[in-house]
């Protein structure tokens, strides 16, 4: 059965860094585009980066130059290096694999808090 699972979230320090990973089974990895959304309370849902099946990414604008989307197909894997987090980074943090409307998939989140 499908699944995404999330790691790397934790307490980190305004200016610290943290890699996120997004462990996927259940599917065929490689031909789906994947994404990392946030989400604060009382915040929409806001997508943060995402990587196509051929290794195009895009960022929000909010987070350019200090994160970076990754994928290693043979890892099944996705990953969010996040650097220079401040604490408007603070949010859940999910991941989600799409290949069609009737192909798309959620993990349960990580939770990234950045303060001192």
């Known amino acids: 059965q499908v699944q995404l699972v999330e790691s790397g979230g934790g307490l980190v320090q305004p200016g610290g860094y943290v890699r996120l990973s997004c462990a996927a089974s259940g599917f065929t990895f490689s031909n789906y585009v994947m994404s990392w959304y946030r989400q604060a309370p009382g915040k929409e849902r806001e997508l943060v980066a995402s990587?196509?099946?051929?290794?195009?990414?895009n960022y929000a604008d909010s987070v350019k130059g200090r994160f970076t989307i990754s994928r290693d197909n043979a890892k099944i894997t996705v990953y969010l290096q996040m650097n220079s987090l401040k604490p408007e980074d603070t949010a859940m943090y999910h991941c989600?694999?799409?290949?069609?409307?009737?192909?798309?998939?959620w993990g349960q989140g990580t939770q990234v808090t950045v303060s001192s």
């Open positions: 990587i196509t099946t051929g290794g195009r990414t």
């Open positions: 989600k694999a799409y290949s069609n409307p009737r192909n798309n998939y």
